[in-house]
DNA sequence: CGCTGATGCAAGCGACCACTTGCATCGGCT
DNA sequence: AGCCGATGCAAGTGGTCGCTTGCATCAGCG
């Protein structure tokens, strides 16, 4: 009864208008259009776009459920669950992450909204430091290990939406796990 | 008889409110006040806002020359010397620059000045593919090599500007360089 | 000294946008 | 059938912003 249109749709709809025009030029006109809703309709039931955005986020980036409670010997198999999830994420909301990363910088409307999803960063940290401590990996902050591992994904896919000519096939977590392990000199013994 | 305040101040301070507003959000009165001039004063000399940009970045990246043109038998070194150009840059302009790709995406005005900046990445494909080539790298789209060997540079700089806790220490490149061609365990012998 | 051209100042125009409001409509519920 | 709440529609409000304009000022140059 809530609805014709359910939330879900209107979710789906601010966060593709946000990909490719960015937070604040998604108007909430064409957030509504998309959704194919009224604009009226929009602000009633979800009273502030930044009040959409939030739970747009936070029923989006909730089904993203990353699985690193129990970090074990196995240093590749941990960072390619990492590796995985960001490409993922990525992949099919690329556009957005990005977005809304650059933009948290200047937009307090925006930053308050993240903060519910970089508690993630967290455990990727202490599975990191886990992996440090047994001495499977370089001893470092973690960050800067989490930088390294996921910045190859992550420009990718910001030089995807950039970039004519750059590469569209998606990236291969394995290699990316692999390469940072070995380095990319070639038959390094791998 | 050009003015009291210099073109370059003028660029400066567009490219400061820039980096900690964004491209929209940048008001030319904000930007003519960053400057110490009126705003009328500000168009009647460079006519429009995206002219102004057009100026401010020309002049900006000119400066940075990146000396790339006879590659040799040290990877090592060539890639120092890339890795070393884009920290240098996004220490520097890291705000403006990660602002301007991300804007690019839905704002012509922006695409467009960019495509002088880019003709840059050219340059550096060719050296990676020469050290591909001769054996020194892994085989693979040279863009995918460059992304996987910035992307932690240019990570950190993104994550220096949104997460208050991100390190604030400045990119070693040599070490960059190291961890990119040797991977990320300890002692493998480098 | 008188001209010229670049500047500052203040006001304004037109466009866009988040958000509101009043009213008619329509669907489900009792 | 009759009610009620959610919707669509259209118009509007107030704010921001790129850009313009008219006028006064001020510096350099002959």
Known sequence: MASRVTDETVFDAMLAVIAEQGYERAATRAIADAAGINEA???RRFGSKENLLRQAVRRNFAGFALDLDAPGDDVAADLLTIVTYYSRLYETRGGVVLTLMREAKFSPE????LTEPEALLERVDAVILHHQRRGALVTEP???TFFALVGPVMMRSIARRVDQRATQTPVDPEAVVRRFLHGHRPDTGE
């Open 142 to 144: 973690p960050r800067h």
């Open 41 to 43: 309709t929009l602000f």
């Open 110 to 113: 925006v930053a308050a909204v």
